[in-house]
């Protein structure tokens, strides 16, 4: 198998990490599984980021003693640093989530999304 067809299963595996974390927000009714659904989905789009800097054989864009040939052959930092702004982000997203769900669960005695809106709708 050539570079570009293992790029094909990569970027296929990454989309596939996406679809499923996307398939458990919309399928699932409890809300600690719609929680990991979240993480899921999070998660393949932090590995999109980082993929998308990927070059083969270029070095960390660091100071180095020797010539360089230009920025063309050196990684890309702005993908990993969106990755580490995504990551940040997902963290306060997802503490956010679990003390809503948590307070709704405390006041409705239920984590199931279905009988939550039953016992909160008049």
């Known amino acids: 198998m050539n570079a570009e067809g293992a790029g094909f299963i990569h970027y296929g595996l990454i989309s596939l990490?996406?679809?499923?974390?996307?398939?458990g927000l919309f399928s699932q009714n409890h809300l600690l599984k719609k929680l990991t659904a979240w993480g899921v989905f999070q998660t393949?789009?932090?590995?999109?980021?980082?993929?998308a800097?990927?070059?083969t054989e270029?070095?960390?864009?660091?100071?180095?003693?020797?010539?360089?040939?230009?920025a063309v052959h050196f990684l890309n930092p702005l993908p990993l640093a969106l990755a580490f702004g995504v990551l940040a982000v997902s963290i306060m997203v997802a503490v956010?989530?679990?003390?809503y769900a948590w307070s709704?669960?405390?006041e409705t005695g239920k984590w199931d999304e279905d009988s939550i809106?039953?016992?909160?709708?008049?």
Do not use: C, D, M
């Open 58 to 70: 270029a070095p960390r864009p660091l100071l180095t003693a020797g010539p360089s040939s230009g």
């Open 104 to 106: 709704l669960s405390r």
């Open 117 to 122: 809106h039953r016992k909160l709708s008049p």
């Open 44 to 51: 393949g789009i932090i590995l999109l980021f980082i993929s």
């Open 17 to 23: 990490v996406i679809l499923t974390g996307i398939y």
């Open 96 to 99: 956010i989530l679990v003390l």
């Open 53 to 55: 800097s990927e070059k």
